[in-house]
C-alpha cells in the first residue's frame, strides 16, 4: 500500500509545477531606481470568481512591498501605477490519471498497485507504453488529482508621462490555490526584481 501512496506522490510532484513561459517588455532606459511608491488599481474579477480581484491585488501589494516599494493609495502622490489583469484563476481543475498493472502470469493480483505489481514481477520497468510486455494489461486504478492554475499579466505605467514602461506575465499550477497564486505573481515579478537589482 505505501508503493501506491508513493506513486501519487510522484505523479502529484510532477504535475504540480510552474508554466515556464514568461513574456517581459521592458522600456530601454527607464530609470527603475526613481519608483519609490506604487499604486495599484483595482484588480477585475476573472469571469465569474468573485473575489479573486481583490485576493489578487492584496498577494500583488504584499509582494511589492516586499521588494521594497510604498503602496499608497492612487489619490496620493505616487510614482508608478501597477495594473493587473487575472489571464487564468481555476481553483479546482481536476485531471484524470489511470495507473495500469500488467500480469505476467506469475498469478499474482493485477489489482494491486503499479509500484506493488513491478516489484512482484521483477524486471518490470515503468515505461507509459502498455504494450512493451507480453502479459495483458489491466486498469488497476482511475486515480483523480485536483490543482489550482493563476496566470497573471502585469503593466507598469509612469505616473508621470502615463506610458507603459514594463510589462510581464507568467501562470503557476500548484494543487494548493495559495501557492498557483503566490508564485504566479512571484514569476511575473521575477524580471522586474532583476532589473531593479541591476
Not at 52 to 77: H, N, P, T, Y
Not at 85 to 94: A, F, K, L
Request: proline share 2%.
Amino acid at each position: 500500500m505505501r508503493y501506491y501512496y508513493f506513486l501519487i506522490a510522484c505523479i502529484v510532484l510532477f504535475v504540480s509545477c510552474g508554466e515556464p513561459e514568461s513574456t517581459v517588455t521592458l522600456k530601454a532606459g527607464y530609470n527603475f531606481a526613481g519608483i519609490r511608491s506604487i499604486t495599484v488599481e483595482k484588480v477585475l474579477d476573472y469571469l465569474r470568481v468573485q473575489g479573486s480581484g481583490a485576493i489578487v491585488k492584496e498577494e500583488l501589494e504584499r509582494q511589492l512591498k516586499d521588494l521594497g516599494f510604498k503602496i499608497v493609495v492612487k489619490q496620493m502622490a505616487h510614482d508608478a501605477i501597477m495594473v493587473c489583469s487575472i489571464t487564468e484563476y481555476n481553483e479546482r481543475r481536476t485531471q484524470p490519471y489511470t495507473i495500469m498493472v500488467e500480469d505476467k502470469g506469475t498469478g499474482k493480483d493485477a489489482n494491486k498497485s503499479a509500484y506493488e505489481a513491478a516489484d512482484d514481477a521483477a524486471g518490470v520497468k515503468s515505461t507509459g507504453t502498455a504494450s512493451i510486455f507480453d502479459g495483458p494489461v489491466t486498469r488497476a486504478k482511475e486515480v483523480n488529482y485536483t490543482d489550482a492554475y493563476v496566470g497573471v499579466k502585469l503593466r507598469l505605467v509612469d505616473a508621470t508621462t502615463d506610458k507603459t514602461e514594463w510589462s510581464s506575465d507568467f501562470s503557476y499550477s500548484s494543487l494548493d490555490k495559495k501557492v498557483a497564486l503566490t508564485n504566479s505573481i512571484k514569476g511575473a515579478l521575477r524580471p522586474l526584481k532583476k532589473t531593479l537589482k541591476k
